[in-house]
């Protein structure tokens, strides 16, 4: 039996609540199992960023910008790296239309990360 997806507005503290336990090495492992389809509920954490990655700016770009530093915090430890190569570019490319936003918040990024890759 598959669960219904969570409300929108689940979804930042869902993401937020990841991207801290990506960081930690024991809790690593469980959270890649939420990344794969390997459960019988699909990949939730995966479906989850998908479901970020698809929000509007006035709804979303708090969810868009916590999930981007999930992805960002993914690279930490081994078992989440793995999935983060070999899916990250995809889910980075999905972000695209957040990061072309015209909030301030998002020139703000933009401007930052500008300045850290040159």
Known sequence: MSASPAPRSQLFPALDLARLLALHPSSAAPLSLLLSPTT?????????LATAAAAGQAEGQAAQQTA???LANLFKQPPLRRWTAREGLGQ????????AGTGSKVRRGRACWGRWTR
């Open 40 to 48: 019988s509920e699909g990949a939730p954490l995966a479906q989850a």
């Open 68 to 70: 981007l530093r999930l």
């Open 92 to 99: 980075l490319d999905a972000f695209a239309g957040a990061v």
